[in-house]
C-alpha cells in the first residue's frame, strides 16, 4: 500500500505562483512512477504532469507545459509540482497520484493509489 499527502494549495492571484508537495509512505518511493491529476467543478478529473521512477523523464498536458514543472526528491519521499504564472482555469482540486514502476506504459495512467487531493483557486 502506498499513502500520498498532498499539501501547498490555497488561494492565489493570476500570474502568481504555488508549490504543491506530495508525501508518499508505505512503499520504496523510488520505485513509484507519480503523477499529478486534477479536477475543476463540474469537469472530469484530467491528467497535469508525471515523472516516472528512473527520472528525469517529465511529461505534462499541453495546458501547462511550460509553467508548471514537476520534480521528485527521492530522499524525500515527496514530488513537487511547480505552478507559475497561473490563471484562473487552473483552479481545481489538485490530486498526487503513483503506481508500482512497470505497471504501465502510458504516463495518463492507470494509477493506483491517489491521495485525497488539495485545493487550488486562482482568482482574476
Known amino acids: 500500500q502506498v499513502q500520498l499527502v498532498e499539501s501547498g494549495g490555497g488561494l492565489v492571484q493570476a500570474g502568481g505562483s504555488l508549490r504543491l508537495s506530495c508525501a508518499a509512505s508505505g512503499r520504496t518511493f523510488s520505485s513509484l512512477d507519480m503523477a499529478w491529476f486534477r479536477q475543476a467543478p463540474g469537469k472530469e478529473r484530467e491528467f497535469v504532469a508525471a515523472i516516472m521512477w528512473s527520472g528525469p523523464s517529465t511529461y505534462y498536458a499541453d495546458s501547462v507545459k511550460g509553467r508548471f514543472t514537476i520534480s521528485r526528491d527521492n530522499a524525500e519521499n515527496t514530488v513537487h509540482l511547480q505552478m507559475n504564472t497561473l490563471k484562473p482555469e487552473d483552479t481545481a482540486v489538485y490530486y498526487c497520484?503513483?503506481?508500482?514502476?512497470?505497471?504501465?506504459?502510458?504516463?495518463?495512467?492507470?494509477?493506483?493509489?491517489w491521495g485525497l487531493g488539495t485545493d487550488v483557486t486562482v482568482s482574476s
Open positions: 497520484a503513483a503506481r508500482r514502476r512497470y505497471s504501465s506504459t502510458s504516463y495518463y495512467g492507470p494509477y493506483g493509489y
